[in-house]
């Protein structure tokens, strides 16, 4: 079972930086695809940004050139180095793992972004 665990969240204000992490372990192949996903309160979960192990990467217009997503392909960990940061983007993060043909999910880390 794989096991996928997100950190790095926290409370910054407006115009600062976060940068977040999400290591999957418990497999020795290399995910397809990892992803960033937020749900902000009432609000569906949507895409932030997506790599796969090819190093083709995606992101949501409302990030894109703000946020910067990497990851270190053998070790299954991702990062998302998030850049002048607005209150709207205050969400739950959540960590996004396509290993083969099953997707698997973390808990979640809070961003909160203050005005």
């Known amino acids: 079972q794989l096991q996928v665990v997100e950190s790095g969240g926290g409370l910054v204000h407006a115009g600062g930086s976060l940068r977040l992490s999400c290591a999957a372990s418990?497999?020795?192949?290399?995910?397809?695809?990892m992803a960033w996903y937020r749900q902000a309160p009432g609000k569906e979960r949507e895409l932030v940004a997506s790599?796969?192990?090819?190093?083709?990467?995606e992101y949501g217009d409302s990030v894109n050139g703000r946020f910067t997503i990497s990851r270190d392909g053998i070790k299954n960990t991702m990062y998302l180095q998030m850049t002048n940061l607005r209150p709207e983007d205050t969400a739950v993060y959540y960590c996004?793992?396509?290993?083969?043909?099953?997707?698997?999910w973390g808990q979640g880390t809070k961003v909160t972004i203050s005005s």
């Open positions: 996004n793992v396509l290993l083969i043909v099953r997707e698997y």
């Open positions: 418990g497999t020795a192949f290399s995910a397809n695809r």
């Open positions: 790599i796969t192990k090819e190093g083709i990467t």
